[in-house]
C-alpha cells in the first residue's frame, strides 16, 4: 500500500511540473485542430495571437544538435501553421553575425515542395521562442532539406542601423563591410511578381537587370492586383509569420511586388525578410498584407504564389543584409508616371497611370517597356519616337528629351531609351549637379510600321572651290522601302559659305549622321549602353570645353544643349592640311622632298636627345646635332630654296591659328539617318600659280629648286 502511494504522489508531482510551468519557462505555441486544414498538411492553423520570445545567440548556441524546432509560415490562405525541423549547429559566413543551420523534419511540408521561396524571414525556434528568420536553403536539395537561419540579433541591430542614405545628410561616415555569401548555400529568394509582362520578356529583362542588388530576387511573370477585402479570418495584427508584400511599382498594368515572411514585431515596426530584398539602405517601399495561394513545385527550389490584399500598412524604411526593416502606418509617397501610347492605327492616345517607389527609379524605364509590350499586342519591326518630361521637386524647370528608334525590338529599345534619360538625373553616380527629386514622370510614345531610317548614300560637290563665294553640297539618301517615295531617294542641299583668307590646296567635304554610334560595328562586346566610358584623352580635337554644372538647373539646360536629333545630318568641309598639324596648308614642298614618314626613327628606335650623336640621316636628330644633314632630318645635299623652314620651323606660332573646318547641319525630319560619306574639292588659290611655292614672309614667290643630280 506504501509503495502505491509513493508511486500516485510522484505521478501528480510530474504531472503539475508539465501543466503548471513557471514564467520563465518556454511558452508552447497552442496548434489546436481546426475545421478546414491545409490540403495535404497535417499541421492546423494557429487560432489567435500569439507571441513569440526571442532567443539570442548566447542562448542558441547552447542548444545542442538535433534539438526539435518550429518554422512558423502561411502555406495556404492568411493562416500561421507550425513545420517541424531541428537545429544542427551555428556557422559563420562572413556576413557578421551567425547563422544557423537547419533541417526541415515535417514529411508532408516535404511532399509539397519543402523549403519554399517566400517563406525567408518565417520564425524559427523552440517552441515559443524565435532564434532567427529562415533566411537560405539548398537548390535542388532533397529531404532532409536543410536551411539556414539569420539570428533575431542581426535583424533587430537592424532596426537601429543608420543607412548611407541617412548619413547623406549628416557627416560622412566610412563603409560598411562587404558581406561574402558562401556558394555552398543559396538565398530562400523573395518571388517577386511582375504583372503585365509577358514570359518571354523574363529573361530579356534578367540580363538587363544583370547586378547584385537583384541577387536575393526572383523575377515571375504572374498576374497581381489587389484584393479589396482581407480573406475570412484574417488577424487585424501583423504578426510573426505572416505575409507581406513589398511593392517598388503599381499601377494599371504594371505591378512589381515582392514577397516574404514577417519574422518579429516591435510595437510600431517589425523585420521580415532575414536577408535583403534589394539591399538599398535607406528604402520607402510601401507594405501590404498578403495571401498565400499555395506551394508551387520546382526542382530547384518551390516559391509560394502570392497575392496582396487591402491598402498599404505601412512603410519598408530600410533594407540591410539580415533584414527589412518595417514601420506600421500609412504608405509612402511615390512617383507618379503616366504612360501615353499612340498606335499607329489611332489616332486616340491609350494614357495608363502608375506609381514607382523612390529609390526604385530605375523601374520607370521598365513600366514604359512592360507598358508599350503590352499595348502594341505583337513582336514586330517598327520605329518608336518617344518624349520623356521630367518633373523636379528642387526645381520648376521641366526638362524634356525625345528618342527615335528603328528596331526589332521595340520594348528594349524603349526600356533602355528611358532609362539612360532618367538615370541622367535620379542616380547619384551619374548626376552630380545637384539633388534631383521627381515629382511627376510623363512618356509618351509613337509607334508607326514604317521603318522610317534613311543612310547616306552620295555627296555631291563643285570639283573646285574659289574662296570668297558659296557653294551647294547635295546629298543623297537612300531610305528603307517601307518609307521610299515614288522617286525612291531623298535629295536634300546645303550651303557652306567659304572665307576668302580660306587657305588653297586638296580639302574634303565629310557627310556623316550626327548620332553615329560609336559601338555600333562592335557588335556582342560593345558595353551596355548606360556604361561610363572614359577613355583618358581629355576631349576629342578642338572642341570647346563645356563648364561642369554645378546645380539641378544648369544640368538640365547643358543636356538640353546636347540633344541630338537622330534625323541630324553633319556637313563638314576640312581644310588642306589639316592632317599634319604644324605644316602650312598651303606649302607645297619641291620634287623629291623626302615624305614625313621617312623623318622619323625606323620601328623599334627612339627619338635621339639633344647633343647625342646619331650618324645617321634617317632619324631625325635632337637639335644642335652632328648628323651630315641640315639638322633638320634633311639630307646636306637635298638643294633647298632660300628660306625654305626646315623641320623645326615647322611648328605653328602662338599667335598664328590653325584654320577651322566649315560646318552646316540639316535634319532629315522622321527618320534615323545613318552612315557617311567623303568627297574631295580643290580650294584655288588667288594667284597662286600650279607648281609655286607659296611666298614666304616678306619675300616674293620662289620657283622650285631643280632636283639634285644622281651620282
Known sequence: MRSFFLMTGIALLVFCQLSCSPDE????????????????????????????????????????????????????????????????GVRDFGLGFPIYECELMDEAA?????????????????????????????????????????????????????????????EPAPAAPGAGINAAYMPVKTPVTISGIQSHRIQELSS???????????????????????????????????MIGAAAVTGDIVNLVGYGTVTQVYDDK??????????DGQSALPVYRAVVNGIVPNLLISYKSTSRYGKPIGTITKDLTPAIVGEFGTGPPMIPVKVSYHPANSETAIEKHHQVAYGQEAFISLVAGITLDSLRMEWSNSTIEGTVALQFEETDTVYTEPFRRTTPIAFL??????????????????????????????????????????????????????????????????????????????????????????????????????????????????????????????????????????TLDELIKQMEEDQVDAGLITV??????????????DLLPPDGFPPLDGLLPPDGEDMPEDGEEDGDDADMPGDGEEDGDNGDGVPADFPLPEGFPGLDALGIPEEVEPPEPIEAELIIDGFVVTGSRDTTVMIKGGEMGEGMVPPMEGGAPMEPAAPAEEE
Open 413 to 550: 529599345d524603349v526600356l533602355i531609351s528611358v532609362d539612360q534619360i532618367v538615370r541622367s538625373f535620379a542616380d547619384t553616380l551619374s548626376n552630380s549637379a545637384g539633388k534631383a527629386t521627381l515629382k511627376s514622370v510623363s512618356i509618351s510614345i509613337t509607334d508607326k510600321p514604317q521603318i522610317a531610317k534613311a543612310e547616306i548614300a552620295e555627296v555631291i560637290a563643285p570639283e573646285e572651290i574659289i574662296p570668297g563665294e558659296s557653294i551647294t553640297v547635295g546629298i543623297t539618301l537612300v531610305p528603307h522601302w517601307s518609307t521610299a517615295g515614288a522617286e525612291r531617294t531623298i535629295q536634300r542641299e546645303v550651303t557652306l559659305e567659304i572665307p576668302e583668307d580660306f587657305p588653297a590646296g586638296e580639302a574634303n567635304i565629310n557627310v556623316s549622321a550626327g548620332s553615329l554610334d560609336f559601338f555600333g560595328d562592335f557588335g556582342p562586346i560593345a558595353p551596355p549602353p548606360d556604361a561610363i566610358i572614359d577613355f583618358g584623352f581629355g576631349g576629342f580635337g578642338d572642341e570647346e570645353e563645356k563648364p561642369v554644372p554645378q
Open 25 to 88: 519557462e518556454q511558452t508552447q505555441i497552442e496548434n489546436p485542430v481546426a475545421d478546414e486544414l491545409v490540403t495535404g498538411l497535417n499541421a492546423a492553423p494557429l487560432l489567435g495571437d500569439v507571441v513569440l520570445e526571442n532567443m539570442y545567440e548566447d542562448e542558441a548556441r547552447k542548444l545542442t544538435d538535433k534539438t526539435p524546432v518550429q518554422i512558423v509560415t502561411v502555406l495556404e490562405g492568411t493562416s500561421r501553421v507550425v513545420l517541424q525541423a531541428r537545429f544542427r
Open 572 to 585: 563638314t568641309l576640312t581644310p588642306p592640311g589639316s592632317g599634319f598639324p604644324g605644316l602650312p596648308p
Open 110 to 170: 516535404e511532399a509539397m515542395g519543402g523549403i519554399a521561396q517566400g517563406m525567408s524571414g518565417s520564425p524559427v525556434g523552440p517552441p515559443g521562442r524565435i532564434m532567427g528568420a529562415l533566411a537560405y536553403g539548398d537548390g535542388f536539395a532533397a529531404a532532409p532539406t536543410r536551411f539556414w537561419v539569420t539570428a533575431i540579433d542581426a535583424m533587430e541591430a537592424a532596426l537601429d542601423h543608420q543607412t548611407f542614405g541617412e548619413l547623406l545628410a549628416k
Open 270 to 279: 517589425f523585420v521580415a525578410f532575414g536577408h535583403p530584398f534589394f539591399a
Open 208 to 242: 538587363h537587370l544583370a547586378d547584385s542588388r537583384y541577387n536575393f530576387v526572383e523575377l515571375f511573370a504572374a498576374p497581381d492586383g489587389v484584393l479589396a477585402a482581407p480573406p475570412a479570418g484574417t488577424s487585424p495584427q501583423l504578426a510573426a509569420g505572416d
